[in-house]
């Protein structure tokens, strides 16, 4: 995976966060504001995003591996480099949907639904979470919460050539998101007005957006 994906992964989470903060803040506060009086919140915070990033990661490299083992297993000729084509569009709509050009990714969350209601019921057992290792599968569960733009990098980790590369998109994506989540209170009000800026917003989304054409052109030129 070129290092430039991963940047251009983390700018997705980073400039993504403030959709981030509308799904999941409510459950970040509510981890901090139900930890024990006596004990520092930080350590349950940082354990359920732990959790968190390591759902992502996982699914990342499951779609990752699943993709690429279909193509290898169906032999089809430049397979890797029609993948890489297919991580280009999905960096262009991700782009598109940062800077709310166009909002058709959000219809992805509502595939997650359906599984979504199978799997919140199990995040109760950990309530109220009295050490933060019990924050850590909490995080874990949460971060099959549907969302279109998590559905959205794992759409691109899929495509990213094997399991070790979509590992690392939706590990770099989630690291991306892991500043604002992190913030409580006061501060995660402060950082979500500017990360929800619409000028803010496209001005970033520009830059991914430019990233992805280049990498589609290089593509197109392997390909014709």
Not at 42 to 67: C, Q, W
Request: one cysteine or more.
């Amino acid at each position: 995976m070129p290092y430039a994906d991963f940047i251009a992964a983390f700018m997705v989470g980073l400039l993504g966060a403030g959709h981030c903060l509308g799904m999941c803040g409510g459950v970040a506060a509510a981890v901090s504001f139900g930890t024990p009086t006596d004990k520092s919140k930080m350590p349950f915070l940082l354990f359920y995003n732990g959790g968190r990033l390591l759902s992502y990661s996982v699914i990342g490299a499951i779609g990752g591996g699943v993709v690429s083992g279909v193509i290898g297993i169906s032999q089809m000729s430049q397979g890797l480099i029609w993948l890489r084509l297919a991580a280009a569009i999905m960096m262009i709509l991700l782009a598109l949907y940062i800077g709310q050009f166009w909002n058709g990714l959000s219809y992805v969350e509502r595939i997650g639904k359906v599984l979504w209601r199978h799997i919140s019921p199990l995040s109760s057992r950990f309530l109220p979470l009295r050490s933060p290792w019990a924050a850590l599968p909490f995080g874990m569960i949460w971060g099959w919460l549907p969302c279109g733009l998590v559905y959205s990098a794992l759409s691109w980790a899929a495509v990213s050539g094997n399991a070790l590369h979509g590992l690392l998109i939706m590990l770099a994506f989630g690291l991306g998101t892991l500043p604002a989540m992190l913030l409580i209170g006061s501060f995660a009000e402060a950082a979500k007005k500017l990360l929800n800026n619409l000028i803010f917003r496209r001005f970033s989304s520009m830059i991914l957006l430019m990233y992805g054409i280049v990498t589609a052109y290089s593509v197109y030129n392997q390909l014709y």
